[in-house]
């Protein structure tokens, strides 16, 4: 059966796919847990919010006892029993705007919360590719090594059997059984780091890699420099999830603002009482109805501290903004010339190799008939061995650099690698709790509440999607495309 490493993040490799995405959902679990129950906990803040909006309802019962000792000529003796039930109701009419930029804030930090698990996915996804790309490479690399020593054997044996019919000197046998030597321990040492290697996939997939197919195409790669910045500004994680936040800090300054609005609510209690006054029963209803208006004169600074406070965290937030977009702008730099690089590398390296396989066979044939010493073959085959070792090591550099612009762009998701993955759908959580409490009104209440919201004017702050809106300078390779795997 293929192991189930990279096939699990992606759906190119056709067999064992119900194993695959078992796998990739199970880790998506072990990791992603945590962020989950948070992403959850910061779904109820939009319940809690629009809570502001419905009317709170109560009921209280209460008995009492009173006896008092009063002169004969007053009656003497008097107890007093009272029973009483009241039922209550209240209704926010009107905030000044608060309830309405609480509301805004909770679906600003909902949404950044969602970015943020993106993040979490592509970091995760990430893990899982570079593992897997590290368990083939020193596979190859042990393959590589493994071969060496063989030849290498091969070599001394040989130089050994010429030196005992007088043909070689003792100089070339030991020339031989250094390089031999040398290929041993070189072999120990790449089996020692495809065992790191291995440790680390069994930590991030959850289960230790067998033989691993190739590396599947990572779809999705921008075709230019330019359309990398242009994805990046518009869909990376990190600056889409600052933008969210400062529209939810920003919130948050019209709801301190709102304050020192007028608030209006209506107030209602109905409730029966029975009183026994010297046995005789009194027996009365009352209801209560009116509307408070409420409007702060003196909060003793209070409302003005918690305005300069929210105003501070919204500049702190918009500062994080352009802070991402500049680490946005960097990093596809950094992968873009990544895979530039390692794409040069990997067609100098296959031209590397090829050359050294016909100068080391040409080196062996040269040497059995006397036009070769020992030290020219040991060098031809060492050369060989180096070039194959830069080769794979040129391809998965390339490769992960590849998912490394990926995910600095946005695209480095399960949704885009796999197909009809079962993963985690935070909107339809959302939806399971959105509703809880809701009354028919809740939509005109939010409507009048918005008229008197306070609006707190963004500065130098535009949409997730807008292009290259910070003004970043950005800088890459000149070369129109990436390499196509």
Known sequence: MRDAGIDQVFDDLQQDQGHQHRQIESAERRHHAAQRAQQRALDEAFVQARAGYRPSLGASISESYAESDLPKKFGGSVETKSTSLTLSASQTLFSGGRIAANVSAAEAQILAGREGLRAAEAAVLQQVISAYADVRRDQEAVA?????????????????????????????????????????????????????????????????????????????????????FDLADKNAPAIRQAVLTERASRAKVDAAKAANHPSVAATASYGPSNSALSRQDIYSNQFVAGVTVSQPLFTGGLNESLIRQAREQNTADRIDIEKQRRGAVQQVSQAWSNILSARANVATDEEAVSAARVAAEGAREEYRVGRRITLDVLQAEKQVRDAELALVQARHDGYLAEAQLLAAVGRLEARNLLDSPKLYDAQAAFKKVRSAGATPLDGLAGAFDSLGRPHTKPIGVTSPSSENASGVVRTGPGLDAPPVR
């Open 144 to 228: 590589i090594q493994q071969e060496n020593v063989t030849v290498l054997k091969n070599q001394f044996d040989e130089a050994k059997a010429k030196f005992e019919v007088g043909q070689l000197t003792r100089t070339d046998t030991a020339q031989a059984q250094a390089q031999y030597a040398q290929a041993k321990g070189a072999l120990t040492t790449a089996k020692a780091q495809l065992e790191i290697s291995r440790a680390a996939y069994a930590a991030v997939v959850g289960r230790a890699p067998a033989s691993l197919a190739a590396e599947p195409t990572l779809p999705g790669l921008p075709a230019s420099v330019e359309e990398a």
